[in-house]
């Protein structure tokens, strides 16, 4: 039996493949390479000294995800693929609501269809949306999202639990991420986001490395400690373990669970970057420029509900994942594209 990891060659699911495979589970991953390389399957292999197979297939695809489903012994799903751009949604809505809905939407078909009925999902803190104040709570009202992206996943929530509720034989486990950070240690997997990156820590170690001049600092009047914006920073590599225990648990019961998956502390702009300078021993020149549109002060998870009931706890570090960073920065500065 395998567990079928869709997105799977992209950040956080590379990082997931490397941690269900050393726990002796067995995967085939699917992706359209719209966002990645077929390279980190490669370097997955590498990592873990184990073989999987790849499927390259787009989640909108009905007929070739049943050709997937008809060909292998596939009895869960975790889904990570999507588009996930907070700018470019804005820019291209239809886009996003077509991939990540119409993509999950079919994608359950199919899995109906062939009576495999476990899904572990990619959502994200931005469903607390605005007007919640952190630490956010699993039981927390959701809603009140600032762009199409964070909107595809409160839609793909609601389908979710719509699903659940019509047929208990469901399985389903829908984990909000926090800020996914770091890389494994091997340095041969990590984050590589085409052009400039949106997100913090892409942008500091892309500084660091020579390849941007300084950080832009978006805002340091913000009612936080320092002024700057606070964010709950996971290691990608306990967030990939999140995973393992989540899909172990959606396994045996059948439920539809949310689980947040953070460290449940905060971290300010200027923090992060004064943990990266310690960490690596190299300077991040910033500048403060004027606050992002639709950025909140502060975001941060309650973690309690994942080490209650998953016994799961983020054991790295900002520190650990600004290390974790750099010497995947370092060693690959262009990322997959070399
Ligand atoms: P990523 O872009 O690195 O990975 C997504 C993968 O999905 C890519 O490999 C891409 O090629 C693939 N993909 C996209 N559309 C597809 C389609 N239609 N069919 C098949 N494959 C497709 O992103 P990531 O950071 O690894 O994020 C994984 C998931 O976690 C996404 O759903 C994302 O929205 C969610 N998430 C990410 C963050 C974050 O900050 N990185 C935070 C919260 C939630
Ligand atoms: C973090 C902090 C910025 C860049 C986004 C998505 C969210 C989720 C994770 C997927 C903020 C500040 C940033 C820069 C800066 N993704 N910043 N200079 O906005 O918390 O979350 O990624 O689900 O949906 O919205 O993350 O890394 O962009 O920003 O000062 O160049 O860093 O203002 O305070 P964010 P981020």
Redesign the pocket.
């Known amino acids: 039996m395998a567990i079928l990891i869709t997105g799977g060659a992209g950040y956080i699911g590379s990082h997931t493949c490397v941690e269900l495979l050393n726990a002796g589970k067995e995967i085939v991953v699917l992706d359209n390479y719209s966002n990645s390389s077929p390279e980190v399957n490669a370097r997955v292999k590498e990592i873990t000294g184990k073989d999987f197979e790849t499927v390259e297939c787009d989640i909108r695809d009905e007929k070739g995800l049943h050709e997937v489903f008809s060909k292998y012994d596939i009895d869960s799903v975790i889904h990570f693929a999507g588009l ?1 751009a ?1 700018g470019e949604s804005c820019q291209k809505p239809l886009e996003y609501y077509e991939n990540n809905i119409g993509g999950t939407v079919n994608l359950l078909k199919v899995m109906a269809a062939h009576n495999v009925k476990t899904i572990v999902f990619s959502s ?3 469903v607390y949306g605005e007007k919640n104040v952190a630490p956010f709570h699993e039981e927390m009202e959701v809603g009140g999202t600032t ?1 199409p ?2 909107t595809t ?1 409160l839609y793909i929530e609601t389908i979710l639990q719509d699903l659940w509720k019509s047929d208990n034989e469901w399985s389903v486990s829908i984990l909000r ?1 926090f ?2 950070i770091g890389a494994h240690s091997s340095g041969r997997i990590g984050e590589s986001p085409n052009g400039i ?5 892409p ?1 500091i170690s892309q500084v660091a490395v020579g390849k941007r001049e300084k ?5 340091d009047d913000y009612e936080t400690e320092d002024g ?4 709950d920073y996971i290691h990608v590599v306990d967030l990939a373990l999140g995973h393992v225990v989540a899909l172990e648990r959606a396994m045996k019961i059948n439920a539809c669970e949310v689980f947040n998956l953070g460290t449940g502390k905060g971290v300010s ?1 200027l923090e992060l970057v004064h943990a990266f300078e310690e960490a690596t021993g190299v300077k991040v020149p910033y500048v403060i ?1 004027p ?2 549109p ?2 909140i002060a502060t ?1 941060y998870s309650d973690a309690s509900k994942a080490e209650r009931v998953l016994g799961w706890k983020a054991t790295r570090n900002a520190f650990d994942a600004c290390r974790d960073t750099w010497n995947w920065q370092k060693n690959n500065p262009d990322g997959y594209s070399v």
């Not at 990156?197 to 820590?201: C, D, E, R, S, Y």
């Not at 950080?215 to 805002?219: A, C, I, Q």
């Not at 700057?228 to 964010?231: H, N, P, Y």
Request: net charge positive.
């Open positions: 996930k907070v994200s803190a931005t762009n992206y964070g996943k991420y800020n996914p990156p949106n997100n913090l820590m942008y950080l832009s600092v978006f805002g700057t914006g606070v964010r702009v420029a606050r992002r639709g950025d975001s």
